[in-house]
């Protein structure tokens, strides 16, 4: 006897989980609150150890279809001069260079690719309203769709829709938190007449601000600011915005910015959070990506912590899945996942933390700090040719851990 499974939210963890789950044969309905996967803030920097964990389930010619910008490299702007320029090239990477995709298009992929398999069901549209619960453990969920309610019975819940997690929510499940002093204003603008493929970072005056190029011919920028401060901002106007941007960036790149400084309308706020529940587990339930652990922005590392989070799911459900093995076995696998994630998404949680404390700070130590980056790094060879492949740009995430798809 193969066990069910309903799957809430149709993010990266959860739809790569429900491609591997169907894939193998297992029942899987994905839910999902939205009709389509348009988002205002949307993770969409994979590095090689997002990459490479789709290339091993199978998704890499599909993976190559999806629009996206394969990224030269990144250079680091201290108070608007020059100070570090990163290289990548084949080298380092080989074919997992990191890339900056559409992750809307990335999840109609995944999911076209579930629809191959009769036991795979997607319900768009359709929200979590609670979770069934009998005999001390979770059999089900109770969705609504267009206004109608469903109670949908399954031997195992997911809990995969982030941040806001009604499934988190509904199992009031113990966590802790790092207070994060930042917020993000993220927009876009048209590109420079000659693009390039390289991320642009500026740091300095207790700001941040990054620029990606996009594949839609656009940059995306993630403005980095001293978290509650964007009220003051907005009252401003968001003409001002793009002035502020503009004063600590490079001149060029400050007057591409002042082309468009009347152009914009509505950018949205991320209020940052770093969080990670003490147990994802619950008789009947278990909880992955942003829903069991709210990441951080800094790194650019969630949608590859959510692939991966789905993958090592996969490797140790599956065998249970399949089998008519009994229900409390799940629970037994579901805390190996839990234990087998927790260093990696504990490792970087700890170092994406430190950043923001330091740079955010416009003080005499920070400016010497910069001043100090900036005489070191400026006049000197201003391009690392090899990268440690343990870093954050590199194989594995932060050489943590190794992630691989044992395919059943």
Not at 199 to 205: N, P, Q, S, V
Not at 225 to 241: M, T, V
Not at 359 to 376: A, E, G, H, P, Q
Request: net charge neutral; proline share 6%.
């Amino acid at each position: 006897m193969r066990h069910s499974v309903v799957i809430v939210g149709a993010g990266p963890a959860g739809a790569v989980l429900a491609y591997l789950l169907a894939k193998s044969g297992i029942s899987v309905t994905l839910l999902e609150r939205q009709m389509d996967f348009q988002r205002e803030f949307r993770g969409e920097i994979l590095m090689p150890s997002g990459l490479e964990p789709l290339s091993q389930i199978g998704l890499w010619d599909q993976m190559n279809q999806v629009p996206h910008v394969s990224l030269d490299g990144i250079n680091v702007f201290i108070n608007g001069r020059q100070g570090i320029s990163v290289d990548f090239h084949e080298q380092l990477f080989g074919e997992f260079n990191p890339r900056w995709v559409s992750q809307p298009h990335l999840l109609e992929m995944i999911v076209g690719e579930c629809g191959q398999f009769d036991n795979f069901r997607l319900l768009r549209g359709t929200r979590v309203r609670d979770l069934i619960k009998e005999n001390n453990r979770i059999v089900g969920v109770i969705a609504e769709q267009n206004q109608e309610r469903h109670k949908l019975r399954a031997d195992l819940v997911i809990g995969a829709d982030g941040r806001t997690s009604r499934v988190r929510h509904a199992l009031n499940l113990p966590q802790k938190s790092d207070a994060m002093p930042m917020d993000i204003v993220w927009l876009k603008v048209p590109g420079p007449p000659s693009p390039e493929r390289k991320i642009r970072a500026f740091a300095g005056k207790g700001r941040l601000l990054f620029a990606a190029p996009t594949y839609d011919h656009h940059l995306q920028l993630g403005f980095i600011i001293r978290k509650g401060s964007f009220r003051e901002i907005r009252e401003r106007g968001y003409p001002e915005l793009l002035d502020e941007m503009a004063r600590f960036v490079d001149p060029a790149f400050g007057a591409h910015l002042a082309q468009f400084r009347d152009s914009i309308s509505n950018p949205f706020l991320l209020s940052t959070v770093s969080d990670c529940l003490t147990d994802w587990t619950y008789p009947g339930s278990f909880l992955i990506g942003d829903a069991a652990h709210t990441m951080s922005p800094v790194g650019g590392q969630g949608l590859n912590i959510a692939i991966r989070d789905a993958i090592v799911s996969a490797n140790h459900l599956i065998p249970v899945l399949s089998s008519d093995r009994p229900l409390p076995q799940l629970e037994e696998t579901t805390r190996l996942i839990q234990a087998e994630r927790n260093e990696e998404v504990n490792t970087i949680q700890k170092i994406q933390a430190l950043p923001p404390k330091v740079l955010l700070r416009d003080t005499w130590w920070s400016r010497l700090l910069f001043y100090i980056l900036l005489r070191v790094t400026h006049g000197r060879s201003k391009t690392i040719k090899r990268i440690d492949k343990q870093s954050m740009f590199g194989k594995f995430t932060f050489g943590v851990t190794e992630v691989v798809w044992l395919d059943p």
